[in-house]
């Protein structure tokens, strides 16, 4: 079951992980009000989109992310996009109003794709997070 679960769901990450790189190419239109429940969230948007430098190095870590998912390294993978999850997530909750909006769906899968890798490779993080011996 492994076998066939981990290249699906990695595909799937994979295409949620390019999304943010063809919007930083501009394949992507800039985001509108409509897609956003909040003031407060389409501003948060707008100010990260015309700062330019969070886009640009959100894409490099999700174009490395996805190199790392498909070259069988998915554990650095999976760390590597969490700061990036854990902040969408929270600007969902927090800014745009709730984790069970339509905006959020997205944010949600990448959680559980993001949660379900970090479990399959969650002995390969021991010694990152054990005690070092003098």
Same mark, same amino acid.
């Given at each position: ?30 985001? %509108?009000? !409509? ?12 100010? =990260? ?24 390294? %998915?554990?650095? @993978?999976?760390? =590597?996009?969490?700061?990036? %999850? ?9 800014? !745009?109003?709730? =984790?069970?909006? @339509? ?27 054990? @005690?070092?011996?003098?």
């Amino acid at each position: 079951m492994k076998k066939y679960l981990n290249p699906v769901l990695k595909g799937i990450l994979s295409l949620l992980l390019i999304s943010p790189i063809l919007r930083t190419l501009g394949i992507f239109p800039p985001p %509108t009000r !409509d897609l956003y429940n909040t003031d407060q969230a389409f501003e948060f948007i707008n100010i =990260l989109m015309s700062s330019g430098y969070i886009m640009i190095i959100m894409a490099i870590c999700f174009l490395a992310a996805i190199i790392l998912l498909w070259t069988k390294r %998915t554990a650095a @993978a999976a760390l =590597l996009i969490l700061p990036f %999850t854990v902040n969408i997530v929270a600007f969902h909750l927090v800014l !745009d109003g709730g =984790l069970f909006t @339509a905006g959020a769906i997205m944010g949600n899968v990448l959680l559980l794709l993001n949660v379900y890798f970090l479990w399959q490779y969650r002995t390969t993080y021991k010694q990152l997070i054990a @005690a070092q011996s003098k």
